[in-house]
């Protein structure tokens, strides 16, 4: 497989615009999840898809904070004015029964 | 609330050392533990997991885990560090099936040529 792959890799924005991040899972994998991690804590569960449906959603994800996945394949999650503590890393993984949650390399966000 | 603790911040060691790093969790029920490494500049990535049977679990690179249901916990074990290990590890924790985990807050291991 070709692994998960998440872009940009990186992204700076001022304090109260919107920006979108990529997420293409694993191809045979209909589950995909988005995580959040800032400095000097583990990956913080924000929210699932299994195929289209979005079944769970943290209370980290604020009205700001918007995940589709229109097609069941690739997710995108949207933040609507950033702010400085939207600083982090957007991390997006898929997952199989054998091999458990395959991560990608995050979406490193940060609002000056 | 379900929660991970790991018990050490940063570990340094000197190659050939063995390396035990705690985990423990909040509350049992039915559990799968795992246990992901992040290199220097790389993405996170599956070291080892618990899901049934043999509670002493082998992972890659040399790596084990025992569960110890009794204690609520997964420690991570290698009995011999290389350089190449140096790496921040971190345990997670699913109740349920769904792949929701609950991570720790990781322990940033430095192994000395």
């Known amino acids: 497989d070709t692994g998960v792959s998440q872009n940009p890799r990186h992204k700076i924005t001022k304090r109260g615009q919107n920006v979108t991040f990529r997420c293409d899972p694993i191809s045979e994998h209909n589950r995909l999840y988005w995580y959040r991690q800032t400095l000097g804590q583990g990956p913080e569960f924000l929210t699932y898809f299994q195929n289209e449906a979005q079944l769970e959603k943290s209370r980290l994800l604020s009205d700001r904070f918007s995940a589709e996945r229109p097609k069941g394949s690739f997710s995108t999650l949207e933040i609507q004015r950033t702010e400085q503590g939207d600083s982090a890393m957007y991390l997006c993984?898929?997952?199989?029964?054998?091999?458990?949650?395959?991560f990608g390399p995050g979406t490193r966000l940060t609002v000056t | 609330a379900q929660s991970v603790s790991q018990h050490n911040h940063h570990v340094i060691l000197s190659e050939a050392a063995s390396l035990e790093l705690g985990c423990n969790y909040s509350?049992?029920?039915?559990?799968?533990l795992f246990w992901y490494v992040q290199y220097p500049g790389q993405h996170l990535q599956l070291l080892l997991k618990y899901f049934s049977g043999d509670p002493l679990v082998k992972g890659i690179k040399g790596f084990e885990a025992e569960f110890i249901k009794s204690k609520f916990s997964f420690n991570l074990r290698k009995p011999s560090v290389q350089w190449s290990d140096t790496a921040e590890y971190f345990c997670a924790v699913m109740w349920g099936s769904n792949y929701k985990l609950t991570f720790g807050k990781g322990t940033l291991l430095t192994v000395n040529p």
């Open positions: 993984a898929s997952s199989s029964p054998d091999r458990g949650l395959i």
């Open positions: 509350y049992g029920g039915t559990v799968n």
